[in-house]
């Protein structure tokens, strides 16, 4: 993925126009945090807060803000390299149409650090971008195709709650045998049951949910790394390292670095178009 540009918590002022009819050769993504008026296929449409969009190179959008409201967005300018083309298209998420979502919270978190990582010079800035931006996609696809592909299963609604309380409790003292009693099954049932619904193990995303609540905490607080390994259900910080080193490529200290605030500040008052 080459990245561009990108913004996090961009505001414009009421009726200021954001679009590029002419297009700038990038791909954007957009993640509206206020109300905002676009013309899709010709057509004039008011797109709801909490909205995630993703335009092609081709087909440059034309938005501006509601009537009397500031624009508010996260944005980010890219092109992809290679086989990306095709990764996006297997995640079956369709271009210049607008993808509600319930929560943007871990959207938002993503374009975020992405803005932080570009400001860098570390070692594995581009996967760490890259990480972050598929991670999007996936949570993306998940929320428009994972509904639809398993309508029928029984235990579904009831696994996806444990889920759930997985990644938002990772620090928890979780185990196979406990989340396969909470839900009256056996472990090998449990286990079968929850990668097919999910396509990942239990533990898999066990391990990502307190991973993802690591990097936050290395990017959000002053908190000792030893001290973040606790918060994330590690009982041991060398175990925390490893599995951090293996999964993120770098050291948490080497993760952690100053926010870049005043680049954030300075794309604040910067239209996507503009650059």
């Known amino acids: 993925m080459i990245l561009h540009n990108v913004g996090y918590d961009c505001r414009y002022t009421p009726d200021y126009p954001a679009s590029l009819p002419q297009g700038n050769g990038d791909n954007l993504l957009l993640l509206l945090k206020s109300e905002a008026i676009f013309t899709i296929n010709g057509q004039e449409m008011l797109v709801p807060a909490k909205t995630f969009l993703i335009f092609p190179k081709e087909t440059p959008p034309v938005y501006r803000s509601a009537p009397?409201?500031?624009?508010?967005?996260?944005?980010?300018?890219?092109?992809?390299?290679?086989?990306?083309d095709e990764w996006f298209r297997a995640k079956l998420i369709p271009w210049s149409t607008p993808i509600p979502l319930e929560h943007t919270e871990l959207y938002s978190y993503c374009i975020r650090s992405v803005a932080d990582e570009n400001g860098t010079d570390h070692l594995h800035k581009a996967d760490s971008i890259g990480h972050y931006f598929w991670l999007m996609c996936n949570k993306v696809s998940e929320c428009l195709h994972e509904r639809s592909m398993m309508p029928h299963s029984v235990q579904y609604e009831t696994l996806l709650i444990i889920r759930n309380k997985l990644y938002s409790m990772p620090y928890l003292d979780w185990s196979?045998?406990?989340?396969?009693?909470?839900?009256?099954?056996?472990?090998?049932?449990?286990?079968h049951h929850y990668r097919r619904q999910f396509g990942a193990t239990f533990m898999q995303d066990l391990i990502e949910s307190r991973l993802s609540r690591a990097r936050m905490l290395l990017q959000t607080t002053n908190m000792s790394v030893q001290d973040i390994a606790q918060q994330c259900g590690y009982r041991s910080y060398e175990h925390f390292a490893r599995q951090?080193?293996?999964?993120?490529?770098?050291?948490?200290?080497?993760f952690r670095s100053p926010q870049q605030t005043e680049s954030v500040s300075d794309e604040a008052n910067t239209s996507p178009s503009d650059k």
């Open 68 to 84: 009397h409201q500031a624009l508010i967005l996260d944005w980010i300018q890219f092109l992809f390299e290679n086989e990306e």
């Open 176 to 191: 196979v045998e406990y989340a396969s009693q909470e839900m009256h099954m056996s472990r090998s049932s449990f286990q």
């Open 244 to 254: 951090f080193r293996s999964r993120c490529g770098t050291t948490p200290s080497e």
